[in-house]
Structure formats: C-alpha cells, structure tokens
C-alpha cells in the first residue's frame, strides 16, 4: 500500500507542468557543488562546463525510483548524440552523495556517461525557482532502500555558454524529457552553426 501510495505521489510530481519561475532568456543560476561521475566524487561546477559547450542540466526526483531510473538510462543511451550536438549533460538531485555513487556507475543507470549533483539541501533546485516536495518516510526506492530525503519536479534546463536558459522542459515522461531535451541542443546546434 505504502509503494503505491508513493508511486503515486512521485508521479504527481513529476506529472505536474515545468512551473519554474525562470524562462527562456533568464540567467541559468551558477552552482559548484559534490557530484559523482561514474562512481567517484567530485566538484562538479556549471561555470566551469559551460567553457566547453551547452549543458542540459536534468533536474530529476530520486535515483532508483521508476521514471528516474528510465530518464537516466535514456540520456546515457543518446549520451553521442548530446556530445554529437556539442552539449554535456548533468543531472541534479537531493539525493545524497552516496546513492548518486552508486547511481552515476549503475550500467542500467547513468552508465558512468554524465555526472549527477548531489542537491542535499535543495538549494541548487530552489535556485532554478523548482517545487520541492517532502514526501516523508517510509519510502523505498525500486533496490527496496528508504528514500530519505525530499524530492524536486522533474524539469530540464538547457543553458548555453553565455549562460543565458535557452530552453526548459517539464510537465513530459522521462522518455519524452530527454527526447525535447536532445532537439533542443540539435535545433542550438544547428543555429549556432550557421551564425
């Protein structure tokens, strides 16, 4: 009854429209925070990513929860495709450090492709003007392990080097998410290529 009750309210969340209070033209929030990268800690900082190119910066609720699981796998397996386009992909979190080791180097997962942030305390999300629910305990994700923590609305910014949101995309299944996303970046691609 719990699981169901839980799904349920994850799927409210990520269900809901791309409510951010930030829009296409806005400055994208700078943030340095931990992350992991195919298992291993590090400070990831956007600043210092967006030197190299786009970056589609996923906001996503929990690691090892159902759509999560599929948004992840996803942008691993379009992974060339992103990089095709010039864009680096991150994912962000309130997740802790420890299950987004493990998470980031999961090969059904994010395959040790992309780095995901750890946003513990939800500041990275609130920054970028996100909805944070606190869906309370008891909660375990799809490995049968509680879900500590509250969960952000799943929305995907993508932010060019001048730092500047070029797109925003929310309110779609994981699948359709990183799909919008990967148009996005080729459609930058492209006009960028012929500027």
Request: aromatic content about 8%; charged content about 20%.
């Amino acid at each position: 009854m719990k699981r169901m009750m839980f799904a349920a309210l994850l799927a409210s969340v990520i269900a809901l429209p791309a409510s951010a209070a930030l829009k296409e033209g806005d400055t994208a929030p700078a943030f340095q925070a931990q992350a992991s990268f195919a298992g291993k800690a590090l400070t990831y900082s956007l600043k210092d990513a967006l030197k190299k190119g786009p970056v589609v910066v996923y906001f996503y609720p929990s690691a090892y929860t159902g759509g999560c699981n599929i948004q992840a796998h996803t942008f691993a397996a379009n992974h060339e495709k992103f990089v095709a386009a010039g864009a680096t992909v991150v994912g962000v979190s309130l997740d802790s450090i420890t299950r987004l080791n493990t998470f980031s180097a999961d090969p059904d997962y994010c395959a040790g492709k992309f780095p995901v942030v750890a946003d513990a305390d939800g500041k990275i999300a609130k920054s970028y003007d996100l909805k944070i629910q606190d869906i309370g305990g008891g909660h375990k994700d799809t490995r049968g392990i509680e879900i500590d923590h509250a969960v952000t609305e799943r929305t995907t910014f993508l932010v060019t080097p001048n730092g500047k949101i070029s797109s925003i995309v929310g309110g779609l299944s994981p699948e359709a998410n990183v799909e919008k996303a990967l148009e996005a970046v080729q459609h930058l691609s492209v006009k960028t290529s012929k500027s």
